[in-house]
C-alpha cells in the first residue's frame, strides 16, 4: 500500500502545473493596486509567489500565447518588488518564442522588461546587451543597438570587440558619419599598434560601405525606371544614376552580383551583421560560373 502510494504522489507530482484562467489579453490575476493595500506588508512574499507561477508558466508553455504569459506573472513580480533582478532577465530572455524560419514574436515584451529592469538597475551590463541583442538580432534596429553599446562601452573592463560591433551597426544602420566618427575616436585612442591598425581598416570598411550603399541606391533607381537589373556599375556611370565610376577605400573594385546588390573585389561580404543564407548565396554565385567584373574577368 506504501508503494502504489508513493508511485501515486511521484505521478501526481510528474504532472505539469494545471492551467490558470486566462482571458484572450493574458492570465487573470489581481489588480496590482488591490496587492498593494491587502499585501503591503507583504509585498516581497508575494514577488516570490508570482515569480513561482512565471516558472510553472515556463513549464507548461507550449505555445506563442503560453510563452507570452510568463511575462504577465514577471511584470507583476517586478512591480511588487522592483529590486528583483533575475525575474527581468528571466523573463525577457523565456517570452520570445520562434514560430519557424527564425519569426520571433513577444520580442517587443522581452525588450519591456529589460527596459523597465534598467528603470531600478541603471548600470546592469546584462540587461543593456540583452536589450542591443533584441534589437539587433529580432527588431533590426540596429542603431539603438550600438547606442546601447556604446553606453556599455562607458563601464570599466569593457570588451573591445562591443565597440567593434557598435561600429559595424552604426554602418549597417546608415549612420555613417557617426560611426566614422567614433571608429576614429577609437584608433586615436588605441595604445598598441594593432588596435590602431584594426580600426584604420575599419574606417575604410564604413567608407566603403557608404558607396556601396549610393550603388544599391542607384541599382535600384535604375531597375524601377527601366524594368531591369543593370549587369556592371558601368552602366549605372553611363545612364547618369552615378556621376562618375567610384572608387573604393580599399582599393577593390565594384561589381554587381546576380541578386543585384553592389559588393567589392577589397571584401566580398558587406559590412553588416553576419548572415549565413547571404553568405551562402553569394558562394552560389561564384560556384555558378563567377561574378563578371568590368575589366571583362570573371571572379571566382
Request: proline share 4%.
Amino acid at each position: 500500500m506504501v508503494l502504489v502510494l508513493a508511485v501515486c504522489s511521484i505521478a501526481l507530482m510528474a504532472e505539469k502545473p494545471a492551467k490558470p484562467l486566462r482571458t484572450q489579453d493574458g492570465p487573470i490575476l489581481p489588480r496590482r493596486e488591490l496587492l498593494e493595500i491587502v499585501g503591503a506588508a507583504q509585498k516581497t512574499l508575494l514577488a516570490d509567489f508570482y515569480w513561482l507561477q512565471a516558472i510553472q508558466q515556463v513549464g507548461r508553455a507550449n505555445t506563442a500565447t503560453e510563452y507570452r504569459d510568463v511575462y504577465f506573472y514577471a511584470d507583476l513580480a517586478t512591480d511588487l518588488d522592483a529590486k528583483f533582478r533575475y525575474v527581468y532577465e528571466w523573463g525577457a530572455i523565456t517570452t520570445p518564442f520562434n514560430l519557424g524560419r527564425e519569426q520571433w514574436v513577444n520580442v517587443d515584451l522581452s525588450s519591456q522588461l529589460l527596459t523597465k529592469g534598467l528603470t531600478a538597475f541603471p548600470d546592469d551590463r546584462r540587461f543593456l546587451f540583452q536589450l542591443a541583442y533584441n534589437k539587433m538580432t529580432y527588431d533590426g534596429d540596429h542603431a539603438a543597438a550600438a547606442d546601447l553599446l556604446m553606453r556599455m562601452s562607458t563601464f570599466p573592463d569593457t570588451p573591445p570587440y562591443l565597440l567593434q560591433l557598435a561600429t559595424r551597426l552604426y554602418a549597417q544602420a546608415g549612420n555613417f558619419d557617426t560611426g566614422l566618427q567614433m571608429a576614429e575616436m577609437l584608433r586615436d585612442g588605441a595604445e598598441d599598434e594593432e588596435s590602431r591598425a584594426f580600426y584604420e581598416h575599419r574606417i575604410k570598411e564604413i567608407l566603403r560601405e557608404r558607396v556601396l550603399t549610393q550603388i544599391d541606391g542607384a541599382i535600384d533607381a535604375y531597375e524601377k525606371e527601366r524594368g531591369e537589373r543593370p549587369k556592371k556599375v558601368s552602366m549605372l556611370v553611363s545612364a547618369g544614376y552615378l556621376k562618375q565610376m567610384p572608387v573604393d577605400p580599399l582599393e577593390g573594385q565594384f561589381f554587381i552580383d546576380r541578386k543585384g546588390r553592389a559588393r567589392s573585389t577589397s571584401g566580398l561580404y558587406r559590412l553588416e551583421m553576419y548572415d549565413q543564407a547571404k553568405k551562402d548565396e553569394l558562394k552560389e554565385d561564384l560556384a555558378a560560373g563567377g561574378i563578371q567584373l568590368e575589366d571583362g574577368e570573371e571572379l571566382r
